[in-house]
């Protein structure tokens, strides 16, 4: 079975500091991570996907499956970034079930 | 292309009452869910179908039903409303390959 951990169900953090949001997965085989993100009352939109190892409006996060975390980084948090974000993890193959986290609050106060 | 689209963005159900969710998508995707979001509990997958004509169960199934006859459409229904199903839905489709899922707006249910 997937399982996809994110602790903290709240964060906040000021205007400028460095923001990380935790994940951490449970799963067998080779899994595909992504993180989504949800603004006020909007739909999920994607923001990384673990495959492209790209960074995205400054965050950026790497897959390290020795700790099987997924963390997302941000060096500057910026109030826009206020959102709710999901880590996701999607099993290999042709297997397309999308596990989700709980979520976390970012909170980026002035 | 419209994406992901969902109808209706706001519901609200008697208990007893059934309805349909219309999901529809013009992105030829294989594969499409359905999710409901609850407050503290994240998403959690409802049903799923990866084909047409193909559906299965996911996380939370019961009290809802799915049907796919056509690649673009994937409508839930909920056969008899119960307050236990007021909640945030979400549809979301995707295709092979290494991408990332398309979700649609949502549809805010609530059953009084």
């Known amino acids: 079975a997937q399982r996809v951990t994110q602790p903290e169900k709240l964060l906040s953090v000021f205007k400028g500091a460095p923001v990380e949001l935790k994940c951490n997965y449970s799963?067998?085989?080779?899994?595909?991570l992504f993180w989504y993100v949800q603004y006020s009352r909007q739909r999920l939109q994607l923001l990384l996907r673990h495959i492209s190892r790209e960074s995205i409006k400054g965050f950026t996060a790497d897959l390290n499956k020795g700790e099987t975390s997924f963390h997302l980084k941000k060096p500057f948090a910026q109030e826009e970034d206020s959102a709710m974000y999901y880590c996701a993890l999607k099993a290999g193959g042709s297997n397309y079930k999308l596990t989700f986290g709980k979520g976390t609050l970012l909170t980026v106060n002035p | 292309n419209a994406g992901v689209t969902q109808t209706p963005k706001f519901q609200v159900l008697k208990t007893g009452q059934s309805m349909t969710l219309q999901c529809a998508q013009d992105?030829?995707?294989?594969?499409m869910s359905w999710y409901r979001q609850d407050p503290g509990m994240g998403l959690r997958l409802i049903h799923y179908s990866v084909g047409a004509g193909i559906t299965d169960q996911g996380e939370v199934p019961n009290g809802y039903n799915v049907s796919r006859s056509t690649t673009e459409d994937f409508p839930l229904r909920l056969l008899s409303a119960a307050p236990s199903q007021t909640s945030v839905y979400f549809c979301?489709?995707?295709?092979?390959?290494?991408?990332?899922?398309?979700f649609g707006s949502g549809t805010r249910l609530t059953v009084v």
């Open positions: 979301a489709s995707k295709t092979t390959g290494y991408n990332g899922y398309t």
């Open positions: 799963y067998s085989g080779s899994p595909e």
């Open positions: 992105m030829n995707h294989e594969y």
